[in-house]
């Protein structure tokens, strides 16, 4: 953002305790007299979302329009979507890794709509919660809070889950390598990824060719150096420019030469 004083934002990260929870919280506030807009990247992680003084706003790529008043979780975020930062609110988003969200909420998202924390577990705990972090001036303060809050709640990983986050060997399918292993169908493995994650293993392989591209994409802007698209194609595994295109359409609605224009108006969940 062109004025960092008038257009707080930053990450803020977490301690080895919670790195397997959390990737980072992110912090933003607009204290400009005009409203900010960016578009987020698909990250596949789900957030927990905290809103304080002026409403925030979202929008979805079928338009659909949601104020934020308080607090909601969304996710996993499998395409973009624009946020609006009205001039004197404030946003803390926690962004929950791979499987974290079920282990917190007991049940995954399967679709990007937000839905207010408390609908999950049927208690308006996260609404107290909001109401104490409304008392706490520091950004790096209200996470500590929402840390300790977290520790009760958070159950462990079960075995399949284990060994679908550690998975490395990108020459195999981690489902028939998995269910092999330990001697369960591979249904059953596509079965706990699904409910866990939020997600299968097929669009996270088409999630990461995608967020390749676009690391790619972005390191040649940073370089100065002119987009070969065909060397991007060849590159990230894309059959060809037609399937690069496809799935920036999919991904952000936009096509990549789009996507270079409005560069300064994406922001990534993901960390650095």
């Not at 909420?105 to 107290?128: K, R, Y």
């Amino acid at each position: 953002m062109k004025n960092a004083e008038e257009n707080n934002n930053y990450r803020i990260a977490v301690p080895s305790a919670f790195e397997t929870v959390f990737s980072h919280f992110y912090f933003a506030e607009n204290k400009t007299e005009f409203p900010i807009t960016k578009t987020l990247l698909p990250s596949f992680q789900s957030i927990l979302a905290f809103n304080f003084g002026t409403k925030s706003s979202l929008k979805s790529q079928q338009n659909t329009f949601l104020e934020v008043e308080k607090c909601i979780v969304l996710g996993p975020i499998k395409q973009a979507f624009d946020y609006t930062l009205e001039p004197g609110s404030q946003i803390l988003v926690a962004n929950f890794k791979e499987d974290a969200f079920y282990r917190f909420f007991g049940n995954a998202l399967f679709d990007s709509m937000p839905i207010h924390p408390d609908d999950l577990i049927n208690e308006n705990c996260f609404t107290v919660l909001w109401e104490e972090l409304q008392n706490i001036a520091d950004p790096k303060e209200r996470v500590d809070y929402i840390l300790d809050f977290c520790k009760p709640y958070l159950r462990e990983q079960t075995k399949i889950t284990t060994l679908l986050n550690d998975f490395q060997n990108e020459n195999l399918n981690p489902i028939k390598a998995i269910a092999s292993q330990i001697n369960q169908t591979e249904r059953n493995i596509q079965l706990n990824q699904k409910k866990v994650f939020g997600y299968s293993v097929k669009e996270a392989n088409r999630y990461e060719r995608f967020l390749k591209a676009v690391d790619q994409i972005q390191k040649n802007i940073l370089n100065d150096l002119k987009i070969d698209w065909l060397t991007i194609v060849d590159e990230c595994g894309y059959y060809d420019q037609s399937q690069l295109i496809h799935d920036f359409k999919y991904y952000m609605n936009i096509s990549p030469t789009k996507f270079l224009k409005f560069q300064n108006d994406i922001c990534s969940s993901k960390p650095q």
